[in-house]
């Protein structure tokens, strides 16, 4: 008797249990959810992940790419000189990277283009980088920038890298 009780308590508990977990749908209990409840879910989480996306601050990894930039100015403008001095002159629009430096990132500009030789408008060699564009000329980000002369450098380049300083 007190067997029998037991099972009938379990029984009655795992059919609650499953009855809570189904849904009566046409008279009859089904389970799970369905494409377009899955597909809602979906679209939903969609929109939070970029709410969140959109309000990350990526402004750090800039400013640290900026910073690159300025330090890769020091050194391959010192590491030309050097070369230079011992071999025959790079052309203009050779790479860097002809200089057998071993950094590969140090011959590389924030946007991952190609540091090389050019000329400025006074018509000196200088160490070029064409923006973020990767194209000659362009306006904001995407003008080209002289890295060994930063009085050459785009007012926002110039302005970012004293901010980035001062943190």
């Excluded at 046409?26 to 959810?33: A, K, M, S, V």
């Excluded at 391959?76 to 071993?102: F, G, K």
């Excluded at 090389?116 to 306006?139: H, K, L, M, V």
Aim: glycine letters at 8%; one cysteine or more; hydrophobic letters at 40%.
């Amino acid at each position: 008797m007190k067997q029998q009780a037991f099972t009938t308590l379990a029984g009655l508990r795992l059919e609650r249990r499953r009855l809570l977990s189904a849904r009566l749908v046409g008279g009859r209990l089904r389970r799970g959810l369905t494409l377009m409840e899955l597909a809602i879910v979906i679209v939903v989480l969609g929109i939070i992940i970029g709410i969140i996306a959109a309000n990350l601050d990526l402004s750090a990894l800039d400013k640290a790419q900026i910073l690159r930039m300025k330090t890769a100015a020091l050194n391959l403008n010192s590491r030309w000189q050097a070369y230079e001095a011992t071999h025959t002159s790079l052309r203009e629009n050779d790479p860097v990277s002809r200089m057998n430096i071993n950094n590969r990132d140090m011959t590389l500009d924030p946007w991952g283009n190609e540091y090389f030789i050019c000329r400025d408008p006074d018509g000196r060699r200088q160490i070029c980088s064409f923006g973020a564009d990767g194209q000659p000329g362009g306006e904001d980000r995407d003008e080209d920038i002289y890295l060994t002369r930063e009085d050459l450098w785009p007012a926002w380049l110039r302005d970012e890298v004293a901010e980035a300083e001062e943190n």
